[in-house]
C-alpha cells in the first residue's frame, strides 16, 4: 500500500472512530441524562436560534426553571413549541408557564400548565439541518455505506499481505500488522452508526418555535360557493329515452343529474358536456342538476338547479 493510500486510510478511520465515539456518548447521554435534541423548524426564536438551528436540552423539575430560561414544552395540540420563559407562577403541584419568542411581540396565547420541562442549555445554527438529514432515508443509506466502507478499512483496506522477502517487503509487512489494530476502530464506528440509527427516531425532537402576533383585520368578507346552473330542460318526444340539458356554468368540472322517483338515480357528467340521455323502459320522476367544482382534491357542489319531471314511454313527456 501506497504511503499516500495508508494515510488517507489512517484519516479515515479516525476520523470514524470520533464521529463512532461521540454517538455512542450522546446516545448514552439521552438514555441515562434524559437529554434531548431539538431541531427547529421556524424562527420565532432568532436571532438567539435560527431555522434550522439544533439544541441540547435535559428535562428539569418545573421548580428548577426561572424567568429567561428557554424551554420545550408540548401543548393540547400535541405540538411541541420552543420560547422564553417571560412569567411563572404555582399552580398548584406544576407551574404555570408564559412564553414568548425572542421574535414575537406578544406572549405566546396561552400559559403552559407544567411539572416539568426540556431547557435548553446549548444550541448551534444550522446544525438542524444536518441532523435532519441524517435522520433521513437518504442519511440512513449513506451512514450504512460509510459503515461498509470503514468495515472495509479497518478489516479488508490494507489488502493481502505479501511474503516478507527481502527489507522493503519486511517492512510493508510490519506497517500491515500495524494496521490490524484498524479493526477495533472500524467496529466502533459502526457501532456508533448503528446507534445513532436506533436511538434518532426517540432523540430528535422537531420543534416549533411558533409566531404569534397581534393583528386587527378589516374588509368585507364572503364565502365562496358554486353557482348552479341557471336552466334545466327536458326534451321529449323521445323513443323509450329523455334528454336532459343545463346551461353550461363557468369553472365547473363536472355535473351530477338527479333523476328517477325523486332524483334517487344520479349520473355524473364531466365538462364541458351540459346534456345526457336516459334510456329506459316505462318509468317516470324528476330531475335536476347540480354543478361540481374541484379545487385541488376537494370538491365543492352547488345547490340544486330547477326541477323537471317527465314520464318515459313510447313517446316521452316533460313537463
Known amino acids: 500500500m501506497s504511503r499516500l493510500r495508508r494515510s488517507a486510510r489512517e484519516v479515515a478511520l479516525t476520523v470514524g472512530a470520533t464521529l463512532g465515539l461521540v454517538c455512542i456518548l450522546a446516545a448514552l447521554a439521552a438514555a ?11 424562527g420565532s426564536m432568532a436571532p438567539t436560534v435560527d431555522t434550522g438551528g439544533a439544541a441540547l436540552a435535559r428535562t428539569v423539575p418545573a421548580a428548577e426553571l426561572e424567568v429567561g430560561n428557554i424551554v420545550s414544552v408540548v401543548g393540547e395540540d400535541r405540538i411541541r413549541v420552543t420560547h422564553r420563559v417571560v412569567a411563572l407562577e404555582p399552580a398548584g ?8 419568542g ?11 400548565v407544567v411539572t416539568s420541562a426540556e431547557r435548553v442549555f ?25 459503515v461498509v466502507g470503514l468495515l472495509f478499512l479497518g478489516f479488508g483496506g490494507g489488502g493481502r499481505p505479501r511474503p516478507p522477502i527481502g527489507g522493503r517487503r519486511r517492512a510493508e509487512h510490519r506497517v500491515s500488522e500495524r494496521g490490524s489494530v484498524s479493526a477495533p476502530v472500524a467496529l466502533l464506528v459502526a457501532g456508533g452508526l448503528a446507534v445513532v440509527a436506533l436511538v434518532t427516531p426517540s432523540v430528535v425532537q422537531p420543534t416549533m418555535a411558533s409566531w404569534t402576533d397581534s393583528a386587527t383585520a378589516g374588509g368585507t368578507f364572503s364565502a365562496l360557493t358554486v353557482a348552479p346552473s341557471p336552466s334545466f330542460n ?3 318526444l323521445g323513443l323509450l329515452s329523455v334528454t336532459f340539458s343545463w346551461t353550461a356554468v363557468a369553472g365547473a368540472t363536472s355535473y351530477t343529474v338527479h333523476y ?12 364541458p358536456s351540459t346534456s345526457t340521455t ?6 317516470s320522476g324528476t330531475a335536476w342538476v347540480v354543478v361540481n367544482r ?15 319531471t317527465y314520464t318515459v314511454a313510447v313517446v316521452s313527456l316533460c313537463g
Open 122 to 146: 446549548v444550541h448551534v445554527d444550522r446544525l438542524g439541518y444536518v441532523v435532519s438529514w441524517l435522520a433521513s432515508p437518504v442519511g440512513y443509506v449513506a451512514a450504512g455505506a460509510a
Open 260 to 271: 328517477g322517483a325523486g332524483g334517487s338515480q344520479t349520473r355524473n357528467v364531466t365538462a
Open 234 to 236: 327536458c326534451g321529449g
Open 32 to 42: 441515562f441524562l434524559d437529554v434531548h435534541l431539538l431541531v427547529f423548524r421556524s
Open 294 to 308: 374541484n379545487f385541488g382534491s376537494v370538491t365543492w357542489s352547488s345547490v340544486a338547479s330547477n326541477t323537471r
Open 93 to 100: 403541584d406544576a407551574v404555570a408557564l408564559t412564553l414568548r
Open 102 to 112: 425572542d421574535a414575537n411581540r406578544v406572549d405566546d396565547s396561552a400559559p403552559y
Open 278 to 283: 336516459i334510456t329506459s323502459a316505462i318509468s
